[in-house]
């Protein structure tokens, strides 16, 4: 006797495959509810359903100030936190790629050292055709940042297109299990900033890359004319 109890007809079932509503979620009339918890013109939460073209978070941030602190406002993304964990999860996907380019980064500075040493005859070369320190290193600089702007843009455009293929065309599957998932496929979609940060850290490391044999080059020439004097 201390619950509120009432015989309902279940008209019908729905079933979203996310054990968040499936489990804990009944849709019953709003008089029911209100007679149930004792309430009489009280909400406890109001769910606004937008139109595609919307901007959820522009329109959350609008009503936040308008409704003031007194008041919870939050999106679907806010309320979920699943959602929380995926962005945490990409952050840190980022955060260990950029490690790894770190390292690649070094195979980058032995390559252009190497290149630098292979090529002394053709430095002494340009040095007597007037050549000065800043525009052998500069050639260097510029040959090691190509090297990774080539990188760069030839991975952009592969990772661009197979993320297209993924989010058009469904190519890697989650299972084969039936109504399990909401979607079969992986859910993918291409973000404009994050395509941005990833070529501007990889235009950076590149840049760093190339610009420390270019230095440690005009260094050495500079010691080497030192020495001639």
Known sequence: QSFNGRRIFVSSTFCANQAIYDDQLAIIPLSTAREMFSYTTEATA????????????EFAKKLREHLGDAYRVATHMQQNDWYKWVQIEKWITFLILSFILMIATFNVIGAL???????????????????????????????????????????????????????????????????????????????????????????????VTAWYPAKFLRKRLLTAKQNEQ
């Open 113 to 207: 050292s190497m290149l630098i040493i292979d090529k002394k005859r053709d430095i002494d070369t340009l040095q007597n055709l007037g050549a000065d320190d800043r525009l052998i290193s500069k050639i260097f600089l510029v040959e090691g940042w190509l090297i990774s702007a080539i990188g760069a843009g030839s991975g952009l455009i592969l990772g661009v297109i197979l993320c297209y293929l993924q989010q058009e065309y469904g190519i890697l599957k989650l299972g084969s299990s039936e109504g399990v998932f909401i979607t079969d496929a992986y859910p993918v979609k291409l973000e404009l900033l994050d395509t941005l940060a990833v070529t501007a850290i990889v235009l950076i490391l590149g840049f």
């Open 46 to 57: 109001i769910e606004l359903r937008l139109t595609p073209t919307t901007n959820e978070n």
